[in-house]
Nanobody
Framework: QVQLVESGGGLVQPGGSLRLSCAAS????????MAWYRQAPGKERELVAA??????NYADSVKGRFTISRDNAKNTVYLQMNSLKPEDTAVYYC?????????WGQGTQVTVSS
């Protein structure tokens, strides 16, 4: 079992920045993908950014503004979000895939508003 706990969400003005953190715990062997998804009200959950052994990939809507990274020593994945827009408002979820099993965090709210 893998537990994922997100932190770092909040209210920010347009153009501002936030950094989300996802701390993983439990049996972490074999995790090959970690990612951030988001879900806005009335919309489906969508992939924001992912990191694997082969590199990173991003949704077109966040390319150049968001950066995903990981600190293996701390078992933590980060999402640095810059130049935030109102349309980035959503609940952000941490995701991990381990040997064919998907794990999700509880989500953290990000609100971009003046």
């Amino acid at each position: 079992q893998v537990q994922l706990v997100e932190s770092g969400g909040g209210l920010v003005q347009p153009g501002g920045s936030l950094r989300l953190s996802c701390a993983a715990s439990g049996r972490l062997f074999g995790i090959n993908t970690m990612a951030w998804y988001r879900q806005a009200p009335g919309k489906e959950r969508e992939l924001v950014a992912a990191i694997t052994g082969g590199g990173t990939n991003y949704a077109d809507s966040v390319k150049g503004r968001f950066t995903i990274s990981r600190d293996n020593a701390k078992n933590t994945v980060y999402l640095q979000m810059n130049s935030l827009k109102p349309e980035d408002t959503a609940v952000y979820y941490c995701y991990a895939r381990q040997l064919g099993t998907n794990y999700w965090g509880q989500g953290t709210q990000v609100t971009v508003s003046s």
